[in-house]
């Protein structure tokens, strides 16, 4: 379990195929990341939850399977990217963000981006069958970033397209100030929003 709060981010320094999988070397900025963190422990890369296989001083190696390069970014990393880090919370971690479990439901196309003084939006767009996950003002992770869905700006029966708010602490440690129009971030629904759907379709049948 992650609380959507990024600790820090990693650079990707080998990405390697072995048989249908990718296995990943990832350096952190901060040389502190990594103390405590033990072969494995849980982390999240993007949002996406992967186990520690090994580390050393200053990286760690983790592998994705086929079914997560599926459904996350990760199968399209390149050598020297940067991706979100958080290492899973403690029964004393404070819940600053929202309980976000490292399960990447889709992709998400970064469609536009507006710079304004002190914050930036980004307008998303993803598959339109994940329409009853969202709410407006309700929350979100992408990129294993919890943030909150400040408008949900266009919807028909293809596409969905939200909008969310960056301020400039979060825009500074994240790598959404990496992210460009196009390019491709991970997207985990809000769990208890799930569950509650879920519960509504099965007496509704």
């Known amino acids: 379990m992650f609380t959507g709060i990024i600790q820090d981010m990693g650079k990707v320094i080998s990405k390697k195929s072995q048989g249908d999988s990718l296995k990943f070397s990832v350096k952190p900025i901060s040389k502190t990341f990594l103390k405590n963190v033990k072969t ?8 996406a939850c992967m186990t520690v296989e090994s580390r050393s001083a200053g990286s760690f190696e983790f592998t994705t399977v086929m079914e997560s390069l599926s459904k996350t970014n990760l199968s399209i990393l390149k050598i020297d990217d940067l991706v979100n880090l958080e290492k899973a919370m403690t029964l004393a971690s404070k819940l600053d963000g929202h309980i976000v479990q490292g399960h990447v439901d889709t992709t998400g196309t970064v469609k536009k981006i507006v710079t304004n003084k002190d914050s930036w939006e980004f307008y998303i767009e993803f598959d339109s069958k994940f329409r009853e996950n969202i709410i407006s003002i309700g929350s979100i992770a992408v990129n294993g970033v919890s943030l909150t869905i400040a408008e949900i700006v266009k919807e028909d029966s293809k596409k969905i397209q939200i909008k969310v708010a960056i301020i400039p602490h979060t825009f500074e440690v994240t790598n959404f100030k990496t992210l460009r129009e196009k390019d491709i971030v991970n997207l ?9 759907n879920r519960i509504f379709k099965k007496r509704n049948k």
């Open 40 to 47: 494995g422990d849980s982390i999240s890369i993007n949002g």
């Open 188 to 196: 985990e629904f809000d769990m208890l929003g799930k569950y509650v």
